[in-house]
């Protein structure tokens, strides 16, 4: 709930404002442990109209966002800085509104005697069930500066290997979008209007300028089904994956597409890696370990592979003896340094070994492919154009001829 207060400091300042709490008493309460003396406190009403809060046009809270704060978080808590007071410093440098009100709520959260960990957990779209549990292993191990650090080179690696594998599709997707509009510029204003000349001739077209034409007339008599088309395929193609159904259809799908199947997998590996040896560093049993783990890895297949792996765990079982019974989604590297780790006691070491060699392996596929697409797109692009380019020149050098 929010309260509007007005309170006097110390030296008498009058002091109006907005604030969150579970109550008036702890509104009151939190007034006083900064040192404030509230003269009166209003629940706020809820309004309608222009002062409602407009959720879709909310804007998000980006990964570098949460990366930035949480390395700026565990500096200021290394340097002995309370944590609300922490927080509420943090939020005062955030440009978000939305990130900001997060921030505010969680450090009101605090002051009022819960917990960190619990307080970021009421957040988990901002801040992941990992985020909340790290802070918990901090909070009892006393080493929360370390932890936080620990989250946000995870959270940074994370960030690291989605940007980078955007940026790989941003170049392909642009020249696509070129082509769709010289297409539609062509078969609908060039096309058209050689049609006249070229049927008057009485020659016969080459096949190619045939089939341009009718590509032509379909597209500019059936715009509408074509729009109704795509509007179809765009919808279908966001809202499906969302449903139980189609997420796993999708991930099993993205898995075994030829090439970029095995990137996929070597991305779901290293996500395992870094997010089962953090927790691990952090303190956590294997088993709890494997439970977040499995939550954040984002596919289903893997996710149903890190569940059974801990009911194995759960019988006695080690992890390299699970893993192993899945030669086509985890490597025998994978499984290889996981049974090395088990063996010596240092798994959570050894997984860092492993995140360093599947980031490599990725980072390696994106330049590839960056590479290769390039000229695959500009020759793909070059001929499609020569296509339609022959189907207007074909006819009117055979007219030429014909004249002459």
Partial sequence: ?????????????IKKGVLEASSKMA?????????????????????????????????????????????????????????????EALADQTSNKAFKEKILKIAA??????????????????????????????????????????????LENEYYIRTKTIGA???????L???????????????????????????ELPLVTRV?????????????????IIAGIVSFLYYYPKTPEGKKATDVLVLNIPIYGKFQKNIMMNRFAENFGTLLTSGKPITEALEVTADLIGNVVYRDLI????????????????????PKLISPLFVQMVAVGETTGRISET???????????????VDSISSLIEPIMILGLAGMVGVLVAAVFLPLYQIGGTIG
Avoid: C
Wanted: charged letters at 20%.
């Fill in 1 to 13: 709930m929010k309260f509007s207060y007005q309170a006097r400091t110390k030296d008498g300042t």
């Fill in 27 to 87: 509104a009151i309460d939190l007034l006083h442990k900064n040192n404030f003396y509230p003269t009166l406190i209003t629940e706020e009403s809820k309004k309608l109209g222009l002062d409602m809060e407009l959720k879709f046009l909310e804007k998000g809270v980006s990964q570098k966002e949460v990366v930035m704060f949480t390395r700026e978080l565990a500096i200021m808590i290394e340097s002995n800085v309370p944590p609300a007071k922490a927080l």
């Fill in 109 to 154: 959260d605090i002051r009022e005697g819960i917990t960190m960990s619990k307080a970021f957990a009421k957040y988990p779209k901002v801040f992941s069930s990992f985020y909340a549990n790290m802070i918990k292993s901090g909070e009892v191990s006393g080493t929360l500066p370390e932890v936080l650090k620990k989250v946000a080179d995870h």
């Fill in 169 to 175: 599709m941003v170049y392909p997707i642009v020249i």
């Fill in 177 to 203: 979008v070129v082509f769709s509009i010289i297409f539609v510029v062509i078969v609908v204003y060039v096309i058209p209007g050689l049609v006249e000349v070229l049927e008057s001739s009485g020659a």
């Fill in 212 to 228: 341009v034409i009718g590509v032509s007339n379909f597209v500019i008599n059936f715009w509408w089904f074509l729009i109704l």
């Fill in 307 to 326: 569940l059974e792996t801990r009911e194995g765990v759960v019988k006695g079982q080690k992890v390299s003896e699970n893993l192993v019974r899945y």
């Fill in 351 to 365: 997984l860092i070994n492993v995140v360093k060699f599947y980031k490599t392996e990725i980072e390696t596929f």
